[in-house]
């Protein structure tokens, strides 16, 4: 897959889709006789791939801003992408064998394949295989930990969820966790009533704050009770 990339594009052609998938870089001019030969062995290689890999041309002489941002001195200049950050590149003309060398340390292994399906799947089962290579992966981790609040394993779900840090996603699924089942309907109820605990009882200070985290940031009674919680700490 090729696309043409802009400084207008260039964080979400380029930076924002390495995330799931390489990107490769091709710093081209019209006027440079070595991108000429170098452009189509990139684009044969990579259309090979079968969109495993994608080619993002950027043509320098219109967008200065991504060769300011990669101190691009001359070109062809290839850079490599993935998560977002650099991770390979070289300058100049090559033949096929070289740039097919390169693109292939791009292409996730058999086990990363069968990884990502894994997590792509979803299930209890497949999760677990994936947790089983990856200890740590975050994602598998807290779509586990969702699965198993689900079904009441609050316990279990707490559990996994210690082995990442804390984050906006993990800290929802954590306060369902340690709230059960907790009737959504009497969340202001309980808060009135825990306010006069607070100060004093760790316990209910941590399921204020966790009533406070499954209603939201967007319930405009949040960030009232909020304001009410820190006047009793403070």
Known sequence: MTVDVTDATFESEVVQRSKTTPVVVDMWAPWCEPCQTLGPI???VIDATDGKVILAKVNIDENPGVVQAFSVQSIPAVYALRDGQPVDGFMGSYP?????EFVDKLLPTAGQSLQAELL???DETSLRKVLEGEPGN???IVALAELL???????????????????DRTRKIAAAARLGDAPEDDYEQQLTTLLDTVRDDDDARQRFVDLLELMGPDDPRTARYRKQLTSRLF
């Open 149 to 167: 609040v689900e079904r009441g394993d609050n316990d279990e779900a707490l559990a996994l969820l210690e082995r990442i840090p804390e984050s």
């Open 120 to 122: 792509a799947a979803g």
């Open 96 to 100: 096929e064998h070289f740039v097919q």
């Open 42 to 44: 990139l684009e044969k």
């Open 138 to 140: 975050e994602d598998a």
